[in-house]
């Protein structure tokens, strides 16, 4: 884990094109994206029955199947466009343990239950109320009034309560209260330049991984852009993706296609190119979460992380001999991974180069505020 990266030529990341293929799935249903020898195809399995908001019309797209599923027999609609794989080829059952296979263990995210946390604390309201008078537009006798009911409802548990009173402000108003009480709520990591970071990794064992923001400047779509882009939303019982495969399922298949080359065709941004020569100087390896080959444009091999991956490849005593692990636009730890590595090396640091102060940086972290394309090129 400690060798450095290994390099990769052009020929060998040519063979990765074309075999991308993904999965986005809840109770309810599943899409799966990819390409079987090249071409790309679309699946859309609903599970026991298909959303009544759907036409009769609509409905008769779909082929019905019965599978056992966890030793039980189940109602599977299925949709197809394109050259689909036989599911005994590529596919499992869809599996309610998927997020706990995505993750190695419970993602490090000081985030989490940070507006419940505040508003548990009593000696909150007084700061509430004055948050709310920043921003709300509100009397003071409103406001007064608003954060009695809130600090009421957190304490009898009443989440309806909260959810109505919070609907009470608009998504930006919101948002400026929920960014005021993150201020409040997180750790404060010692901030440093690059000089600094430079000094801290002398001499240390380094490990890097990257997220989304190190791929942006180059024009490849984040997973919440792509979600976004294919009108994926789990919370609907008829989101857009799932109106698109039925009505025009090839423009799906465009928008797919658009990813996959953005992933595979764009050229590695200066941190990417940056960061390759870095790592093979300190012998440091790369691991991402990024479904694009951006790293690997720059000349190097980056692990691309799943919980699987590192279940099967990584000993959890290896994350002690880890001093440091220096994080390039990773907003969140998705994977779990840097919760998995306090809790194996509680010593061990973060360091994190990224626009904002990310959600899984502790006190006793570090974060290098900016643009990593500007940083890594100072």
């Known amino acids: 884990m400690l060798q450095g990266p290994e390099t990769v030529s052009l020929e060998e990341e040519k063979k990765q ?18 390409h079987k020898d090249g071409v790309p195809f679309l699946m859309v ?138 201020e409040r709520m997180l750790p404060r990591p010692k901030e440093l330049d690059i000089a600094r970071l430079v000094d801290i990794l002398k001499n240390k064992k380094v490990l ?59 050229p590695a941004t200066p941190a990417h190119q940056a960061l390759a020569v870095i790592a093979q100087k300190i012998k440091s390896q790369i691991f991402t979460e990024n479904v694009d080959h951006l790293q690997e444009k720059a000349g190097v091999k980056a692990v691309h992380l799943t919980g699987p991956w590192l279940k099967e490849n990584i000993q959890p005593e290896w994350l002690k001999d880890v001093d440091v692990v220096v994080t390039v636009g990773l907003s969140y730890d998705d994977r779990g991974f840097l919760g998995w590595y306090k809790e194996n090396n509680p010593n061990g640091k973060i360091i994190a180069i990224n626009l904002n102060q990310p959600s899984y940086l502790g006190n006793e972290d570090f974060l290098l505020k900016g643009d990593c394309q500007e940083k890594f090129l100072n």
């Not at 109602?75 to 466009?81: G, T």
């Not at 857009?240 to 296609?257: C, G, H, M, R, Y």
Request: aromatic residues 10%; charged residues 35%; hydrophobic residues 30%.
């Open 208 to 266: 890097f991984y990257t997220g989304a923001g190190i791929s942006v400047a180059s024009g490849v779509h984040s997973m919440d852009q792509l979600y976004e882009t294919l009108g994926i939303d789990m919370s609907r019982k008829v989101d857009d993706l799932l109106q698109k495969a039925i009505t025009n399922p090839q423009s799906v298949i465009d928008s797919w296609e658009e990813f996959t080359k953005a992933a595979f065709e764009k």
């Open 45 to 182: 399995e609903y599970f026991d029955a298909l959303p009544d908001e759907l036409s009769e019309e609509e409905k008769a797209k779909f082929s019905k199947e019965k599978r056992i599923i966890k030793g039980e027999e189940k109602d599977v609609y299925v949709l197809k466009y394109g050259p689909v794989p036989k599911q005994k080829e590529e596919y499992q059952e869809p599996n309610p343990d998927q997020s706990k296979r995505y993750r190695i263990t419970q993602a490090r995210d000081f985030e989490r239950s940070m507006i419940e946390r505040f508003v548990a604390d009593n000696t909150n309201k007084q700061v509430m109320e004055e948050i709310l008078a920043k921003y709300s537009g509100l009397s003071q006798e409103e406001i007064t009034q608003i954060v009695e009911q809130i600090f009421t409802a957190q304490r009898r548990g009443d989440k309806e309560k909260i959810r109505a009173l919070s609907a009470r402000f608009s998504k930006e108003v919101a948002e400026k209260i929920r960014n005021e009480i993150r």
């Open 17 to 34: 094109e074309g075999e991308l293929n993904f999965s986005f799935g809840s109770d309810t249903r599943r899409y799966y994206l990819g």
